[in-house]
């Protein structure tokens, strides 16, 4: 399978801070980029996703920065929160290919 | 919508036994996918179908595993004979295309083979 790195493994942030989290991808096939929000005991859960038209998406406190020619796409969450301890993982897929999924990264926001 | 329906929830079997877990895909869904979380691995792909169909089963690691998927509402996820190392959460997830978006994943099925 085509890999997607993802870093840091586990991240620690204070309330109010923001969490950075980082993917890198091989293949230039993939035109789509998602980050899945995991909470213990349940599925992963889309949160945000990118196409590579765009350097950018801004979703209320999640924002994706996408740069095609470094091959690499970040997640950042302004003003973290409690509730926003989780494990979160990047993804990346293209048509008629499955989504390949980084190996996720645990945040947890102390109050 | 009920989402994507997984069974079991949980499952313990003693090594050599053999092992089923089943998924209901979301009405309409045209994708299915089965996929295994454990924490040295993350979240990796074993097949998928497309219109009941497999289509890229590369993932799968071994014989012992096989999947099926009769209709467009029913998979099934097969370990024979099971052993310990197969022991981690399964995940299925259903999408109206295989490329892009609109994956929904199930609630998972922890499986322990001891």
Redesign the interface.
Known sequence: ?QQVKQSPQSLIVQKGGISIINCAYENTAF??F?WYQQFP??????LI?IRPDVSEKKEGRFTISFNKSAKQFSLHIMDSQPGDSATY?CAA????????????TTLSVSS | DAG?IQSPRHEVTEMGQEVTLRCKPISGHN?L?W?RQTMM?????LI?FNNNVPI?D??MPEDRFSAKMPNASFSTLKIQPSEPRDSAVY?C?SSPR????G?T????TRLTVV
């Open positions: 399978q035109d789509y998602p005991g349940k599925g992963p859960a889309l996703a993982f897929g293209g048509a008629g290919t499955a989504l390949i999924f980084g190996k996720g | 994507v994708s996918f996929y691995r993350g979240l990796e792909l998928y890229d590369s993932g995940f997830a295989t490329g892009g978006g994956y994943f199930g609630s998972g």
